[in-house]
């Protein structure tokens, strides 16, 4: 899990952000504060359905309180069209 200083290098990287209530959200990490609340650009969640599959909602500019993170994940390599393209 990435928090805290260790944000500092994955700015302007594509990040997945799992939230307290379960919510998938991946997008560009633009900035933190000490409270660990995020900044996401170009930004989208993945709802999981097992009747239709994998829904993507575009969030765009989104910012998530540091408190409702459960775990942050770094997408190596990849660019937001690949990343928006995964089902």
Do not use: C, W
């Amino acid at each position: 899990m990435l928090g805290g200083p260790g944000l500092e290098s994955v700015v302007d990287q594509i990040i997945s952000v799992i939230t307290n209530d379960g919510r998938n959200i991946v997008g560009l990490l633009k900035g933190f504060d000490q409270a660990t609340n995020i900044i996401l650009d170009e930004s989208h969640e993945r709802v999981y359905s097992t009747k239709e599959g994998v829904q993507q909602l575009v969030l765009g500019l989104y910012i998530i309180r540091g408190d409702n993170i459960v775990f942050t994940k770094l997408f190596l390599s990849l660019a937001l069209s690949e990343v928006l393209s995964e089902n």
